[in-house]
Each structure stands twice: as C-alpha cells, then as structure tokens.
C-alpha cells in the first residue's frame, strides 16, 4: 500500500478540520537548537527544529501533538539530549514557521518529504545512521506511516498518547463508515498500519488521558505485530499532563529504549 491510496478527502471539510487542527504561530526564530525548512511541495515549507548535542548520538524525527509547535520544544529537548538523544521536532502546514494549511491529506502525504529531508539534513551534519520516529497524539498518525513504509530504514518507533482509529470521530459528525468509506477509513486507521511494522515498538499512554482514552493506546500495542514491543502506561497522568506526572520515569524509558536499539 502506497501513501497515495489514502484517499482522505472525506476529512478535508471546513467543520472536520477545524475540529482536528488547532495551528500556532511563531513570529520570532528561536535561538535554541538549529531552525531549518523542508519544502513538500512547490512553496510549501515546514519549520523544523533540530536539536543536535552530539553527531554520535541517534536521532529522533519527532511528530509533535495538536496545539504544540517547534517552539514548545526548546525545553524539552534538553532532556532528550541529557540522555544521549537528538531531537528533531517538525511541525505541519499552517504551524510554527510553515506556511500552508493542515488537512489530513496533507498530515500524511507531508511526513513522505520530511523523512527525505530529515535524513538529508543528518546526513549533511555527519550524525549517526540510528534513526528513531516518535509521534504524540495527532503526530502518531504520521509517525505510523512512515514506520510502515520505511522501517528497514529505522531503528524504532515510539507512540505517545495515539489513537488506534482517528477516523471514529467522523461519528461525531453525524458520518457513519461504510461500505468504500468504511473500507478507506480501516485501511487508512494507525491499527491497521502497525500490523505491517515489526521495528521496535514503544507505546506510551496516561491512565486517565481524557483525549484519548488509554484502549486507544492497548490497541495500538495489541495490533503491533513487532516482536519487540511494550506498553508503558504512566499512572494517574492524563493526556496534556503525562510529561509532568511521568517526571524522570518518562524520559529514562525512553532512553532506554532508544539505547536498547541503537
């Protein structure tokens, strides 16, 4: 299955849009890590932050969540550093520096050109070949599909706070899924593309994550066919709080995992 047969235009209406994409701006060019651009397509390009410690390190190429942008990054990413990571955080049309507008056609087809590009960029830098996707939330759905079509290019893939199946929401427009759109709707869905992804596979899911709920993230892992997987469930936090609740415990997993596998 190619990236092109998912056909998502059923979502790429002015009500569904508004309901998934919340896009911030940033004005300024901020002075932590290194600020760069990948063109999608003709005068469409994605701010992107890479933040490099050491070129001996791997890298994680980093789908952020609804809401957050590169810039939210800047004090994150030296937690990933201390741990012996590189963080590259991209955001999406419409977001941060990017110009464009998001839909979900775009969410998925742009993560295609942002692998290239992530890759020419560590390339470019002289980094290590150990390479890591990690996507939260809303960012799961284009991690997924790049660790469906390029695993053999990657080291792991790390999920926080996915959904198994974006596409339930049409329901709360009234959309039921069947027959052709129900068929597009499965096909298209983060369960059913991590059945073809065997790398590596963390899971990392709140408790009480009110976004999306915790068997959001179990049927993540139960659909994962990878034979090196795990569900890490950081107790009595919830969707926007996980980092602040999971404190050291979240960051040392994640270390872990990425050491496990480099």
């Known amino acids: 299955m190619s990236f092109q047969d998912d056909d998502l235009s059923f979502f790429d209406k002015p009500e569904i849009l508004n309901f998934i994409f919340y896009p911030r701006k940033d004005i300024e060019v901020s002075k932590a890590g290194i600020t ?5 397509e ?3 390009k994605i701010g992107c932050r890479f933040y490099l410690k050491e070129i001996s390190y791997p890298s994680i190429l ?14 994150v990413a030296p ?18 520096l990017s110009n464009g507008m998001p839909t979900m056609t775009n969410l998925i087809k742009d993560a295609h050109p942002i692998f290239k590009g992530f ?6 830098e002289g980094c290590a070949k150990s390479l890591f996707l990690m996507g939260r939330s809303l960012g799961s759905s284009p991690a997924i599909e790049l660790a469906y079509h390029y695993q053999s290019e990657i080291s792991g893939l790390i999920i926080e706070s996915g959904g198994a199946d974006f596409f339930r929401l049409l329901r709360f427009f009234g959309i039921m899924a069947e027959g052709s759109l129900k068929e597009k ?6 369960k059913a593309k991590i059945r073809g992804v065997s790398s590596p596979t963390l899971v990392i899911h709140a408790e009480n994550d009110c976004l999306i709920p915790l068997n959001e993230g179990r049927e993540l892992y139960e659909n994962s066919i990878s034979p090196d997987k795990e569900l890490f469930v950081i107790p009595g936090a919830d969707h926007n709080n996980l980092w602040l609740v999971g404190g050291d415990g979240y960051y040392i997993k994640i270390g872990d995992f990425i050491k496990a596998h480099t």
Not at 79 to 96: A, K, P, Q
Not at 185 to 190: I, K, P, V
């Open 36 to 40: 760069c651009f990948i063109e999608v």
């Open 42 to 44: 003709e005068g469409i």
């Open 62 to 75: 980093y789908f952020h969540g609804n809401g957050e942008t590169i810039g939210d990054y800047d004090y």
């Open 79 to 96: 937690l990933f550093n201390e741990r012996g990571i590189n963080l590259f955080v991209t955001d999406y049309r419409g977001y941060g």
């Open 119 to 124: 890759k020419k960029i560590i390339e470019k």
């Open 185 to 190: 709707t499965e096909r298209a869905s983060n």
